[in-house]
């Protein structure tokens, strides 16, 4: 299975500061079909997950364009170009390049 | 464009349950399709896939042998057969399409307990 390591597991940042996680997997992330199926997930306390990031790069629709994804390969990144409250929650990375499915272990981001 | 969970509650160690996801909006026999579980204060955890097709399926190990992915096309509804159920599949369980654009459902909580 793919092992997905997100870094840092916690992250304390300050309002209107940026943000940014790490996202590594343990083999390439590229489809036979070419396509990377990297996606990032927020879940905020007591809700489920939402969908913020598809293919690496792609917003949902609805996602503010402070967030943003990028990478290649086996390393990704979420950055948050400037924290606001209502980001506070666990980040998730999740691949569905090859199965089974796999997770990080989470992201908390909070702030200072 | 959609996916809607049903079938969770409450049962008993060694029950039963049959959870359904309806989707719509999207060309669902185009697409494998997954459940996803999370158990409180927990972080996400693959449960099963089933190909577009229905063709193939995959398990986790920790429900191989207890759980049975399905689909009808012909309804677009993903099910997820859940036998022998165990305390520690207690856990809100998402039904999920990861390919093309993803889609993520509301979940439905399953709880079992005596």
């Known amino acids: 299975d793919v092992v997905m390591t997100q870094t840092p597991l916690s992250s304390p940042v300050t309002l209107g500061q940026p943000a940014s996680i790490s996202c590594r997997s343990s083999?390439?992330?590229?489809?036979?079909?070419?396509?990377?199926?990297l996606t990032w997930l927020q879940q905020r306390p007591g809700q489920p997950p939402r969908l913020l990031i598809y293919k690496i790069s792609n917003r949902f629709s609805g996602v503010p364009d402070t967030f943003s994804g990028s990478g290649a390969g086996t390393d990704f990144t979420l950055k948050i170009s400037r924290v606001e409250a209502e980001d506070v929650g666990v980040y998730y990375c999740m691949q569905a390049s090859h199965w089974p499915i796999t997770f990080g272990q989470g992201t908390r981001l909070e702030i200072k | 464009v959609q996916l809607l969970e049903s079938g969770g509650g409450l049962v008993q160690p060694g029950g039963s349950l049959r959870l359904s996801c309806a989707a719509s909006?999207?060309?669902?026999?185009?697409?494998?399709m997954t459940w996803v579980r999370q158990a409180a204060g927990k972080g996400l955890e693959w449960v099963s896939i089933?190909?577009?097709?229905?063709?193939?399926?995959y398990y986790a190990d920790s429900v191989k042998g207890r759980f049975t992915i399905s689909r009808d096309d012909s309804k677009n509804t993903l099910f997820l057969q859940m036998n022998s159920l165990r305390a520690e599949d207690t856990a809100i369980y998402y039904c999920?399409?990861?390919?093309?654009?993803?889609?993520w459902g509301q979940g439905t909580v399953v709880t079992v307990s005596s």
């Open positions: 083999q390439s992330l590229v489809h036979s079909n070419g396509d990377t199926y």
């Open positions: 999920v399409k990861v390919h093309g654009e993803p889609i």
């Open positions: 909006g999207f060309s669902f026999r185009s697409y494998s």
């Open positions: 089933i190909s577009d097709g229905g063709g193939h399926t």
